[in-house]
T-cell receptor, first 113, second 114 residues
Framework: GDSVTQMEGPVTLSEEAFLTINCTYTATGYPSLFWYVQYPGEGLQLLLKATKADDKGSNKGFEATYRKETTSFHLEKGSVQVSDSAVYFCALSLTGTASKLTFGTGTRLQVTL | KAGVTQTPRYLIKTRGQQVTLSCSPISGHRSVSWYQQTPGQGLQFLFEYFSETQRNKGNFPGRFSGRQFSNSRSEMNVSTLELGDSALYLC?????????????FGDGTRLSIL
């Protein structure tokens, strides 16, 4: 079946460090890929998305490129801030079941001063 | 534009009871999906409703059911509650057309079973 694998957390970084959170997927067909972020006590917020191979999604300094050859969608940010501390979820949806998201297990990011 | 609204935010029930959770989607959104979030199983898809019809269903027992009204508001019902049903239940809405539209999530209802 379809699945998303994320790197285990927590990830602890100092402010202004470079961030990479790895995400790989298994899917039948051609999925759309998403990164969502969850702050404590809140629901999920869409961070960025990519809908086809080689697309790059970007938002608030975060980027991820849809790599079909490696079935990956790694999240990166050049300089993290304390306010980026949250749980990050990689997810996919398939054509025809667009409102059914399959999520990874989430990666907790802790940024310290 | 108001976001997705879920009520109540917190709920405490005992085993064997039933519960109904409510979700009001973003205005104009016709698709509503429900997810269960637990520390052990993560985020799992429950079901999706579009134009008052269930369009997709996840792998949950029949105790979990839902419905959608003509104004796109949705309710989710869980009967004969079990301890394992303790979770954060998230609702998400989208316009419902096309495969690329992201879902917008509410803040969830945290259900605790005693």
């Amino acid at each position: 079946g379809d699945s998303v694998t994320q790197m285990e957390g927590p990830v602890t970084l100092s402010e202004e460090a470079f961030l990479t959170i790895n995400c790989t997927y298994t899917a039948t067909g051609y999925p759309s890929l998403f990164w969502y972020v969850q702050y404590p006590g809140e629901g999920l917020q869409l961070l960025l998305k990519a809908t086809k191979a080689d697309d790059k999604g970007s938002n608030k300094g975060f980027e991820a490129t849809y790599r079909k050859e490696t079935t990956s969608f790694h999240l990166e940010k050049g300089s993290v801030q304390v306010s980026d501390s949250a749980v990050y979820f990689c997810a996919l949806s398939l054509t025809g079941t667009a409102s059914k998201l399959t999520f990874g297990t989430g990666t907790r990011l802790q940024v310290t001063l | 534009k108001a976001g997705v609204t879920q009520t109540p935010r917190y709920l405490i029930k005992t085993r064997g009871q039933q519960v109904t959770l409510s979700c009001s989607p973003i205005s104009g959104h016709r698709s509503v999906s429900w997810y269960q979030q637990t520390p052990g199983q993560g985020l799992q898809f429950l079901f999706e409703y579009f134009s008052e019809t269930q369009r997709n269903k996840g792998n949950f027992p029949g105790r979990f059911s839902g419905r959608q009204f003509s104004n796109s508001r949705s309710e989710m019902n869980v009967s004969t509650l079990e301890l394992g049903d303790s979770a954060l239940y998230l609702c998400a809405s989208s316009p419902g057309q096309g495969s690329n539209q992201p879902q917008h999530f509410g803040d969830g209802t945290r259900l605790s079973i005693l």
